[in-house]
């Protein structure tokens, strides 16, 4: 780019954004329209041609470094870097991921999910809220300021995200590489649209999985029922104490704490869910407590007899698989242990399980005072036109993490084009295009203020 329509550093960058916007919509929808999912059993030829795309792009918005960190089991990782246009200028690090999950169930989509297709102010398609409206972000910031931003950049696009993959444990092994000073992590957006969130707390998640076997196989019910110990009911007892009768967690020692944030209403929470009408929201407390700042046990998973095929016998094998989500605080092994504990406490009916703890991940709670975020609330205000609220979120982004430690004294912001009633992994996912345009907006005035505000020094 030659820079001739970018906007002054010190400037206001919506006009430039407006004259930006046709040319980002047309590439976020050719990069909707491709299927990179990076999951087993599905082509990597998409993944890479999402790739390509992408480095094609950044070398248009101005980035002349760019490499491709092609690592063991795992898509390609795209890092691309700007560096400082002063000495006294500090470096952002910029995160996305151009993978997105399967679109599940192609008959609940109201249209072929990789074709983008036109709604009320926006797009539909899979991945297009989650990441690749925030990929599109990143680039328009670029755009704007003719390749030129007021900061050092460095570019981080994941290209295996929403699998998991060993990426999320390399920026410690090279941390020259993702040395910044701050980082917007953009696989987040608002409370809801139109509402500017920082997200500052992701919860810690782990995984265990519970067992018990009792009979060598499967007898009658009418000649062995009411003796013969019940492999099934020695299970759901078990798994009915890790809540008590409000539905809160009941494991003692997992950290729960008030939550002082923006969070969602009751009724906003239960359309977000699709929560049946009359039915009552599980837990005590703040939804923020509930949701953010304590834990959450779930059941993903159950190996028993199916209904469809039950017979009149006694359950000789069950099996539970669950996963835990603890306070960002927490360390993920202490949060798992005392799960493991207390479900090896037991003995229901006098009967041991076997415990299996899983994978852990741990959580992140951000650090809000320092002149990034300063920078930062300026920008979403200014973008959105009112203060931004702080959130949590109960998922898990483990990579931020492992760019934390490889640099330890860089402020992570995390904010971005989705919002919550984006339908993110589910069908008809879609982004606004207001969304977009404010993210784009705030993202060009923050690293303006942000950049002015680390040359003061204040």
């Known amino acids: 780019m030659d820079g001739t329509d970018a906007i002054d550093p010190n400037g206001d960058p919506r006009a430039a954004v407006d004259r930006l916007m046709d040319g980002l919509r047309s590439d976020l929808e050719r990069l909707a329209a491709i299927p990179s999912i990076a999951f087993p059993g599905y082509p990597a030829e998409p993944v890479r041609e999402a790739h390509d795309l992408l480095v094609g792009l950044l070398r248009g918005a101005g980035v002349e470094h760019i490499e491709t960190l092609d690592l063991p089991d795992t898509a390609p990782v795209i890092f691309g870097e700007i560096p400082p246009p002063t000495p006294d200028a500090p470096t952002v690090l910029l995160y996305s991921h151009y993978d997105v999950q399967p679109p599940g169930d192609e008959s609940l989509w109201k249209s072929p999910p990789f074709e983008p297709t036109a709604i009320e102010g926006g797009l539909r398609a899979r991945g297009i809220a989650d990441d690749k409206s925030n ?37 410690p092994t090279d941390p020259d590489r993702f040395a910044c000073d701050a980082m917007v992590i953009a696989d987040l957006g608002n409370l809801r649209p139109g509402t500017p969130t920082l997200t500052t707390g992701l919860r810690g998640a782990a995984e265990v999985t519970v067992e018990v076997r009792t009979l060598e196989e499967a007898r ?14 020695v299970l759901l007892k078990a798994l009915a ?24 209403t009751d009724e906003e929470f239960r359309e977000l869910a699709g929560v ?16 953010w700042s304590g834990p959450a046990i779930t059941v993903i998973g159950l190996d028993v007899p199916s209904v469809a095929g039950a017979a009149s016998a006694v359950v000789p094998h069950a099996r539970a698989k669950l996963n835990l989500r603890f306070h960002p605080q927490q360390d993920p092994r202490e949060a798992q242990d005392l799960l493991v504990r207390h479900l090896r406490s037991l003995r229901p009916f006098g009967i041991a399980l076997t415990v299996t703890p899983g994978d852990t991940g741990p959580g992140y709670e ?3 005072g320092g002149p990034a975020y300063r920078a930062a609330r300026a920008a979403l205000k200014e973008a959105w036109g009112t203060d931004a609220s ?10 931020v993490n492992g760019l934390a430690q490889a640099a330890p004294n860089a402020e992570v912001l ?32 923050f690293v303006r203020e942000y950049a002015a505000d680390f040359r003061s020094g204040s």
Not at 220 to 233: C, R, T
Not at 390 to 399: C, D, E, K, Q, R
Request: aromatic residues 8%; charged residues 15%.
């Open 241 to 264: 104490t890790l809540h008590d009768v409000h539905g809160d967690v009941a494991v003692e020692g997992l950290r729960r704490d008030p939550w002082t944030g923006a969070g969602y």
């Open 276 to 291: 049946e009408e009359g039915l009552p929201l599980l837990g005590s407390g703040t939804l923020g407590e509930r949701l």
């Open 366 to 368: 951000a650090s809000t």
């Open 414 to 445: 995390l904010f971005g084009a989705q919002d919550n009633l984006c339908n993110l992994h589910a069908p008809n996912e879609r982004v606004l295009f207001s969304e977009l345009h404010a993210t784009v907006v705030a993202m060009c005035a």
């Open 135 to 171: 990929v599109i972000a990143h680039l328009g910031m670029l755009r704007a300021f003719g390749g030129r931003p007021p900061v050092g950049v460095k570019i981080v696009f994941e290209g295996q995200e929403e699998y998991g993959s060993p990426f999320d444990a390399y920026p």
């Open 390 to 399: 702080y959130v949590a979120t109960g998922g898990s982004i483990p990579l």
């Open 220 to 233: 009658h019910s009418g000649e062995f029922g009411g003796a013969a110990p019940d492999a099934l009911l």
